[in-house]
């Protein structure tokens, strides 16, 4: 529910979201609850759609993640071949200086997408590229390994 169409503030519900929102990585409490920062990524990763595709020599992973800046978005590969997206909208504070908003439906928050890499993606070569909307991350592949020749070893008789 949107506190701002029962006609609250929209400064002091900006406020509010923004306290409630930060991460309490710190608080080890005792009843082993996900912390905020797990159910925050959690929810980023069911809402940042993607298509992965396998070509013949390359993974494409296409992301949708309206309204960023190309500077607002972050692709790297942690360890264990882990590649991460990720990004974060927010309102711009000083353009609703004034304004009360009667629906928000666009969404704001964070653009977060994890995909386990195959052995054979090559880490060294990645390449992204944001246009319209859509962030398309291509991994190469590393060329197959070579089939091992046979050996044969020349029995002597003694």
Do not use: W
Not at 146 to 154: A, L
């Amino acid at each position: 529910m949107d506190l701002r169409v029962m006609g609250f503030d929209p400064a002091v519900v900006d406020t509010l979201h923004e306290l409630l929102d930060f991460t309490d990585e710190t608080d080890k409490s005792f009843h082993h609850a996900p912390s905020r920062a797990y159910v925050r990524d959690a929810k980023a990763m069911a809402a940042t759609p993607a298509d992965v595709k396998e070509l013949l020599d390359s993974y494409v992973f296409v992301v949708d993640m309206p309204g960023q800046k190309s500077d607002q978005i972050k692709v790297h590969v942690e360890e264990d071949n882990m590649l991460v997206v990720s990004g974060e909208r927010r309102r711009e504070k000083e353009k609703d200086q004034g304004v009360r908003y009667i629906k928000m439906e666009r969404r704001l928050g964070k653009y977060l997408k994890k995909f386990a890499l195959p052995e054979n993606a090559d880490c060294e070569k990645i390449s992204a590229v944001y246009q319209d909307g859509v962030l398309t991350v291509t991994v190469a592949k590393k060329p197959p390994p070579e089939p091992k020749k046979s050996k044969t070893i020349e029995v002597q008789v003694a």
